[in-house]
């Protein structure tokens, strides 16, 4: 539906001789349909290689131009109205289109369909593991690995969650914690003061939208930190008490590690 009210938003433009004062187009959703197929049509038109009656001759004015491709625009979305994938016509499946619409042959528009739906499923599961998952997971192994793999293979629970706790930055990370909450709320008092004070319809002085600012990015910090914090003990700490075999599994580790020479 807003291709087709962009369509004529397009002709009624071309009409009134107004895409000559145009310098950028901006599309969304429905529009930017439209104004791709209107874009490749310009740029199709105005190859020394296409030599199409229906195209403008030199002496034409820019008006006429733009109104011609207007029309071959519209002419573009009546033919390939059909929804996802074009229709197949008799003697048609391997016919590639010269307007610059396709680079396939209709028998095709299924498998590529197909594919645009497979890239869209898995686009964002990859985005997030490459992203956050795998940085997150070698940073925890970067700064709590060997602390993790030493409390690990420890019998008592309580002297691994001690040397979890002795070895690791965990103490480091409450402390940072700590200060990250502390600063965050001193810049929550100080925003209070009238000075810094926002007031609705006053103009925002630069030091309290500055403030403003650090009081975001601290208070951000601070629960971006807790959320580590909480993942990263947590998920140890689930792990030393619902694994009972994680001594031997310590012991085929440390031998597929280590050589041991015969004595």
């Keep these: ?21 145009v310098d950028h187009l901006v599309a969304v959703s429905g529009g930017a349909y439209i104004a791709s197929a209107f874009a490749s049509t310009v740029l199709n038109a105005t190859t020394p290689s296409d030599s199409s009656d229906e195209e403008p001759s030199p002496g034409c004015g820019l008006n006429d131009f733009y109104l011609r491709c207007a029309a071959k625009t519209i002419c573009r979305m009546q033919r390939n109205v059909s929804y996802l994938i074009r229709d197949l016509r008799p003697g048609h499946f391997w016919d590639i289109a010269n307007d610059g619409s396709s ?57 691994a969650v001690k040397i979890f706790s002795n070895w690791g930055p965990l103490q480091t990370s409450v402390l940072t914690l700590c200060i990250s909450v502390f600063v965050a709320f001193f810049l929550w008092c100080i925003s209070l003061a009238p000075p810094l004070r926002v007031y609705e319809g006053w103009p925002v002085p630069r030091v309290a939208q500055t403030m403003l600012s650090l009081r975001a990015v601290v208070s951000r910090a601070s629960v971006v930190q807790l959320l580590i914090l909480a993942i990263v003990t947590g998920a140890f700490i689930a792990q030393l008490d619902g694994n009972g075999n994680r001594l031997e599994q310590c012991d085929r580790y440390i031998r597929s590690h280590m050589s041991f020479a015969d004595s």
């Design 103 to 159: 680079v396939f042959p209709p028998i095709l528009d299924i498998f590529v369909l197909l594919i645009m739906v497979v890239t869209s499923m898995i686009i964002n599961p990859l985005t997030v593991l490459t992203l956050y998952v795998l940085p997150f997971a070698e940073g925890v192994d970067l700064f709590d690995g060997a602390s993790m793999r030493a409390a690990y293979c420890v019998r008592e629970i309580e002297d």
């Design 1 to 21: 539906r807003a291709a087709a009210f962009q369509a004529g938003v397009l002709w009624r433009l071309a009409e009134a001789g107004r895409w000559e004062s």
